[in-house]
Structures are given as C-alpha cells and as structure tokens.
C-alpha cells in the first residue's frame, strides 16, 4: 500500500516566521510531487510542484524534495494570515497514480 | 490554466436518489478525475473518466453506484444513485492544470449531504 504521510497538525505559525510543512512517501520511485493549499470550504489550488532532488523557489515558497530520504517539504516564508490553509501533498508513484496526503493545517497568528 | 465550471455546488437529497453533477472545462482535455472528500479528510479518487471509453473505478467505486458519462473533450457528469447518509461529502472533478505540466487543477466543488 503506497502511502504518504503528513503530520495532521494544527501547525501554529506567527505572523512573519516560516512556516514548514513537512510530507514522506513510500514509494521510492515516485517522480512527480505536489503542494496544493485549500481553505476551508473550497477546492485544492496547486501551489507547487517539484520533480529534482534540491530546491524550488516560486515568491514566498519553496519546495525542498530529498529523495533519497523520500521526503518533500514546502517553506512558506513571511507567514501571512491569509496563508492559514489545510496544504495537502501529493505524489505521482512509479504507476502514474496520484497519491494524496492527508494534508496538514495550518495557522498563521496575527 | 484549465478552468472548470462545475454544479452543482451544493444539494440537500433524500436517501434513495440521484443526483447528478456536471463539470465543464474551458479547453479540451484527454482525462477527468472525479474525486471524493469527507469532512476533515483527504482526497479519493473515484473514477477516471477518458472520452469515447468507459471510466476506469477505483477499489471501492462501482459504475452502478457512480455512473460517470464523458460525452466530449470539456465535459462528464458523475451520479451519486440511490444515496445514502454514508454519501455526503464534497465531490470534485479534476483534470491537469496545463498540457504537459504535471499537476491539476479542481473544479468548486459539489458539497452533497444526504438526509
């Protein structure tokens, strides 16, 4: 059963700091993965996505993927409340199929 | 980015009917997911829907209970038949954000609740 875990949280970040979102899978030849952010009430909106080992940097995010370790992590920096989401990650396995997180929350204090 | 309209975006039924929803995308494109989301939980994949074949179910999924219809390139529908409590949830369709960018993008969403 491939799987991909991420800590449920609430993750309680002040206003400012980095946020740090952390996700492993288990399938080792998973190649594509993904960073999408949902608020409540709403759909999941892709954020990032990755498929090097290393960084991914696109404005106040950065996606960090070490595959050797099978680990993905996304910072969010200068933390802003309207950041305050559920982010769920995501990776493509070695079949091509879509495995989901499910999800971390996180909250931004003013 | 594919942009998809879909509705409804939320319906109260009773126990014992169907509901259809339907999702329009603004472009062409070779699949459609459809996704299941219960309160607090991450998402399922039900069903992948090509156009001209019959969808593809996941463990769980069956086309009796989920007929799922792909007439065209920009369009499915997914029914939720015979409903039950056990069924309310947030169904999302879903295809790829962009032609050869991994990722995908969702519809708004139908929130469903069975009473």
């Known amino acids: 059963q491939k799987e991909v875990e991420q800590n449920s949280g609430p993750l309680s970040v002040p206003e400012g700091a980095i946020a740090s979102l952390n996700c492993t899978y288990s399938?080792?030849?998973?190649?594509?993965f993904f960073w999408y952010r949902q608020y409540s009430g709403k759909s999941p909106e892709l954020i990032m996505f990755i498929y090097s080992n290393g960084d991914k940097e696109d404005g106040r995010f950065t996606a960090q993927l070490n595959k050797a370790s099978q680990y993905v992590s996304l910072l969010i920096r200068d933390s802003q409340p309207s950041d305050s989401a559920t982010y769920l990650c995501?990776?493509?396995?070695?079949?091509?199929?879509?495995?989901w997180g499910a999800g971390t929350k996180l909250i931004i204090k003013p | 980015s594919a942009v998809i309209s879909q509705k409804p975006s939320r319906d109260i039924c009773q126990r014992g009917t169907s509901l259809t929803i339907q999702c329009q995308v603004d472009s062409q494109v070779t699949m459609m997911f459809w996704y299941r989301q219960q309160p607090g939980q991450s998402l399922t994949l039900i069903a992948t829907?090509?156009?001209?074949?019959?969808?593809?179910?996941e463990s769980g999924f069956v086309i009796d209970k989920f007929p799922i219809s792909r007439p065209n390139l920009t369009f499915s529908t997914l029914t939720v038949s015979n409903m039950s409590p056990e069924d309310s949830s947030i169904y999302l369709c879903?295809?790829?954000?962009?032609?050869?960018?991994?990722?995908?993008?969702f519809g708004s969403g139908t929130r469903l609740t069975v009473v």
């Open positions: 995501a990776v493509m396995d070695s079949n091509y199929q879509l495995i």
């Open positions: 829907a090509n156009q001209g074949s019959e969808a593809t179910y």
């Open positions: 879903s295809v790829e954000a962009e032609e050869g960018v991994d990722g995908y993008t």
């Open positions: 399938d080792r030849g998973s190649q594509s």
